[in-house]
């Protein structure tokens, strides 16, 4: 009895407007270092014990101006993680049609959802195999060792130093704790901007993997 296949939905388009999103949280990340790196040269001439509400007017103002980057930049790398996870179903979804052949049906789909579940929870180890599977086998390819690590690495590093910074700087009482919360902060851009970069490279990498992957099954030559 015949059934109705999964379609293969190709990556490109919307790698391209990941990246596009990624891009905004990615300029506020080297916007907020680089002003939060000049705010800090002036907290350093301070006082630490000072108190935040004695300081004056312009360091207030470029205060403000690095927490509004610094919650701008939180926010839209939120909406960046719904992107992703929008990313991941159609990945999963990509490889039943290219390998399991099941039924286009509400339980199978279900079941594609849990695994995209499963990527964000067990993302190294479930995103390795995707990298593998992705590219046909006669192609032979072996992907980067040091990317999923390195990406890991600067996912995590970038989401604690953030934690932090935010505790610091919510209860920021003298100089020296607000000091201490930006060169957290600082080291998060840091880390994010790596992170989007790696990402970026990660999401191609698949999503062209998994094109060619279905174009020869398809009998059609690859584009590049």
């Not at 990246?19 to 907020?32: D, R, S, T």
């Not at 006082?47 to 926010?75: M, V, Y």
């Not at 159609?90 to 286009?104: F, G, I, Q, S, T």
């Not at 599977?133 to 995590?156: G, I, Y």
Request: proline share 3%; glycine share 4%; with cysteine.
């Amino acid at each position: 009895m015949a059934y109705k296949r999964y379609p293969f939905y190709d990556l490109h388009l919307l790698n391209r407007v990941i990246m596009g999103v990624m891009a905004i949280p990615g300029i506020l990340c080297v916007a907020g270092f680089i002003h939060g790196f000049m705010t800090l040269q002036q907290l350093h001439g301070l006082a630490a014990t000072d108190i935040i509400t004695q300081l004056d007017t312009e360091l207030k103002s470029r205060i403000a101006l690095d927490s509004l980057i610094r919650i701008t930049q939180i926010s839209l790398t939120g909406v960046l993680g719904i992107f992703f996870g929008y990313w991941l179903f159609y990945a999963v979804r990509n490889l039943v049609c290219l390998y399991d052949e099941k039924p286009h049906t509400l339980k199978n789909t279900l079941i594609i959802f849990m695994r995209m579940l499963s990527c964000i929870f067990l993302a190294l180890r479930t995103l390795a195999s995707m990298r593998h599977r992705s590219a046909p086998e006669h192609h032979n390819f072996v992907p980067d060792s040091w990317l999923l690590p390195l990406w890991w690495l600067a996912l995590v590093g970038a989401n604690v130093s953030k934690i932090v910074a935010v505790y610091v700087l919510l209860n920021v009482d003298s100089v020296a704790r607000l000091i201490e919360g930006m060169i957290w902060m600082s080291a998060a851009y840091v880390l994010y901007l790596a992170m989007y970069i790696l990402t970026a490279i990660l999401i191609n990498e698949i999503g062209y993997w998994q094109r060619v992957n279905w174009q020869s099954q398809q009998d059609l030559p690859a584009e590049e």
